[in-house]
T-cell receptor, first 112, second 115 residues
């Protein structure tokens, strides 16, 4: 797998349901960040989780990080139509270039 | 709320022409970045900039690309001689600190179309 690979590629659920997206990576990270992108728009930062953290919450968002499995998950609870967007995880490596390495993203569709 | 501003939102240019994409980062941020996203593909890192010089650059960022902070507020990306494959969404970002320990704020992007 590549650094920052999301699963599933697309997810379609009913409004009110929870949405879970996963991200896997290969190389040890400093931190992992989740971003949202509405169609054709900019990237909006959602949450940052550091390598020494296991879980973070922000409103309806819950992010977990398992460094032993090199994976992270983003849970959106009680989804709304406005949550329809693409969600990307981005990793910052411990060593090497200080940049965000983005995955391919998960396209989330919330059906009313 | 402070935000990163990019202009123009959409630029159409002929192959071989020079383009300059402009960005105004958040005022107290010190680290600036350009990323691009070809339609349907990943967001890719191009370059990072700190203290008036390039900190990191990717293999995409070849001699055709340059960045500049011409004054205290603007941060520009220049493509000297555009190619068809330069067509993409270009995002500027800024952050307070290095090592990306804090969130990067992205602009809304400039959609560059090379014809």
């Amino acid at each position: 797998s590549q650094q920052g690979e999301e699963d599933p590629q697309a997810l379609s659920i009913q409004e009110g349901e929870n949405a879970t997206m996963n991200c896997s990576y290969k190389t040890s990270i400093n931190n992992l960040q989740w971003y949202r992108q509405n169609s054709g728009r900019g990237l909006v930062h959602l949450i940052l989780i550091r390598s020494n953290e296991r879980e973070k919450h922000s409103g309806r968002l819950r992010v977990t990080l398992d460094t032993s499995k090199k994976s992270s998950s983003l849970l959106i609870t009680a989804s709304r139509a406005a949550d329809t967007a693409s969600y990307f995880c981005a990793t910052v490596l411990i060593q090497g270039a200080q940049k965000l390495v983005f995955g391919q993203g998960t396209r989330l569709t919330i059906n009313p | 709320e402070p935000e990163v501003t990019q202009t123009p939102s959409h630029q159409v240019t002929q192959m071989g022409q020079e383009v300059i994409l402009r960005c105004v980062p958040i005022s107290n941020h010190l680290y600036f970045y350009w990323y691009r996203q070809i339609l349907g593909q990943k967001v890719e890192f191009l370059v990072s900039f700190y203290n008036n010089e390039i900190s990191e650059k990717s293999e995409i960022f070849d001699d055709q690309f340059s960045v500049e902070r011409p004054d205290g507020s603007n941060f520009t990306l220049k493509i000297r001689s555009t190619k068809l494959e330069d067509s993409a969404m270009y995002f500027c970002a800024s952050s307070e600190t290095s090592r990306m320990n804090t969130e990067a704020f992205f602009g809304q992007g400039t959609r560059l179309t090379v014809v």
